[in-house]
């Protein structure tokens, strides 16, 4: 996966995450329905943006950023800020 796919997952989770807001808004979806996916779509977006940072960085310290998998969810969400 390059960087370029992981960008374009990123713009796919950010406009789903803007339908969904315009779904509550139309009554279409319930607070609870929309709180839980926007929870996915958070941790996805989490583990595409370190995804992202780790390619970046291999890149920049003359590593294969290709060779760079992703972290399960859980890691990611388990950084410590």
């Keep these: 996966m ?3 796919t992981v960008l374009g997952r990123i ?4 406009d789903e ?3 969904l807001r315009g779904q509550l808004t139309a009554g279409e979806v319930s607070s609870e ?3 839980a996916r926007l929870r996915e779509l958070e941790e996805s977006l989490d583990q595409c943006w370190d995804l992202l940072r ?3 960085a291999a890149r920049q310290s003359g590593d294969d950023p ?3 998998q992703p972290h399960s969810k859980p ?3 388990g950084y410590l800020q």
């Design 75 to 77: 890691q990611v969400e």
């Design 17 to 19: 995450e803007h339908r």
């Design 11 to 14: 713009h796919e989770l950010v």
């Design 33 to 35: 329905e929309e709180q």
């Design 54 to 56: 780790r390619r970046r």
């Design 66 to 68: 290709d060779r760079v």
């Design 2 to 4: 390059d960087d370029a």
